[in-house]
Each structure stands twice: as C-alpha cells, then as structure tokens.
C-alpha cells in the first residue's frame, strides 16, 4: 500500500476554548505533514470573518499551507472578491470556491442580489484574477439538488472548465461509491485530480445526520454495526477499523491523495493515518 498524500479539513472557532481546540487540532496533525489545511464557512456564510482570521493566524503562526473556503451566500460579487483579495494578500491562495449552503431561514440556496449565482461563475471570476489554486467540491452519491448522477458529473466538468484545479468529495461510507463516480468522471473527459473526501466517524448520530443533509447514502449495514458498536461500548474501535479501511481500499485502487474532515477533533484521523503508514516528521511549536 502506497502512502497517501494527505490534507485536513478544520472549521473556525466561536469560542476562546474552540479557539484552543483548533490550534490543539493544528499541534496534533500539522507534524504529519499535509498538503494543505483547508478552513470552513459556517452554514450560509455565518463565519467569513471567522474563518479568514483563523486561516490567517493559522498560516501566520505555523507557517502551514491553508487552503481557505469561500462561498457565494450572503455577499455581492464585490465583497466575495474583496475577501478574495484579503486572503491573497496574507499569502494565501489556496481556494475552496463552493456555491455554499442555504443562509439560515433559507431551505434552498438563493443567490445574493448582487452575487454570484453558482460556483462557476464564482470560480470563473477567480480563475480572471490568477493569483489561486482552486479546489472544488464533487458528490460521490450525487449533489442534493441535481437531477441526475449525469447531471451531477457534467455540472463538476463545468467547474473544471471554469479554471478549477482539484476536486474534494463529499464523504461516504463504501470505497466502490467514489470508485464509479471516479470512473463515471473520467468517462465524461474529467481528467483532473478527484481527492476523496473521508470523515472519521467521532459521532455516529452527528454523522448520520450530516449525511442526511449532504445527500450522502447510508449503507444498512454501516448503521446497523454503529447501532451494535455503541450498545457494546466499541463506538471508536468500530470507526477506527472501518475508516482504516475504507482508505486501504481506496489506496489499493490507485487513490493517491485522502482528504480528511477532522471536525477539530484530531485523534482518530490522527490513528487512521499512523495505520497508513503516516508518521510524524516535524513538530509545530509556534502555535498556541
């Protein structure tokens, strides 16, 4: 088994304790040295300044590669760019350009008066500037509101087209689910780098209900061995050895790049990794 290019997902604080719960997140996986962390938004962009200043302490402090998110909600076209612009100008030009979710009160995504009304013409107007990386979100188990797996797939070419560099998925739970939808990307002429998205499952119940929102599929027998693990006090065991797994066989596929949603909690993303062969190689002292 090959060793994996890894990268973290990590989300902003709200709090001087999820402050510290963040850098501790920081100090424990920064030493496996990743491509890059990639800071969130909140639901309906609720934290942009949030997040621009944890990316920028982040960046500033460890000196990491940070990969920040930006969203169409909630911002004219104008202040989306602004903010584009503030995270060049800190060094860091990494993007997540997404369309975002819905703002809160919303239950489907409304463009901004002024804004952009999707991700392409989101990541178009970046791709004009040349001055990011970009990096995209694809769906394994199909976007909540397309039509089609077809459309799904052509709507991500689109986002290729427009000048984005990489995709990250969506999580899931079978190694086969991103497995098709890689060949059913490459089928449609994508040729550009598809990273599946792996979320170490810390909380089962928390899990389920993010993939009920994000339209990931649950197996049956996934929700069943959660159910008998928490019974029996093996809820981490479970998540552990299957989370492992699920990797292994994505690397045994020829997956070369895993992107990990830490939830900024790091210590079974943190195993998983060790698992894969992925050790230490450097201390990050400078964040506190």
Not at 134 to 161: C, E, T, W
Not at 209 to 230: L, N, S, T
Request: proline share 6%.
């Amino acid at each position: 088994m090959n060793t994996p290019a890894i990268s973290f997902e990590v989300f902003p604080p709200r709090s001087v304790d999820a402050a510290f719960k963040l850098w501790d997140t920081a100090q424990a996986l920064a030493p496996l040295t990743p491509r890059f962390f990639s800071v969130t938004y909140g639901a309906g962009g609720t934290t942009r300044d949030l997040s621009h200043d944890a990316a920028h302490v982040l960046r500033r402090t460890s000196g990491l590669p940070v990969a920040a998110h930006l969203t169409c909600v909630g911002a004219s076209k104008k202040e989306t760019l602004e903010t584009a612009e503030r995270f060049a100008k800190i060094g860091i030009t990494d993007i997540v350009a997404l369309r975002g979710d819905p703002a809160d009160g919303d239950t489907s995504f409304q463009p901004h008066p002024q804004g952009f009304a999707n991700s392409v013409d989101l990541i178009e107007a970046l791709a004009e500037t040349d001055k990011f990386t970009m990096r995209v979100g694809a769906y394994p188990d199909s976007h909540p509101d397309a039509v089609s797996q077809h459309a799904n797939i052509q709507y991500l070419k689109r986002k290729f087209d427009a000048g984005a560099d990489e995709a990250i998925t969506q999580f899931f739970f079978e190694a086969d689910t991103f497995l098709r939808f890689r060949d059913a990307c490459a089928a449609a002429g994508i040729t550009k780098k598809i990273i599946p998205g792996i979320l170490p499952v810390a909380n089962w119940a928390s899990a389920r209900k993010f993939a009920d929102r994000c339209g990931a599929v649950v197996p049956a027998w996934i929700e069943e061995a959660y159910r008998a693990a928490e019974r029996d006090g093996r809820h981490d065991l479970l998540a552990t050895a299957l989370c492992t797994e699920l990797c292994s066989d994505l690397l045994d596929e020829g997956v070369e790049d895993l992107h990990f949603y830490t939830l900024n909690r790091p210590e079974l993303t943190k195993t998983v990794c060790h698992a894969m062969g992925i050790t230490p190689r450097s201390e990050l002292s400078n964040v506190a």
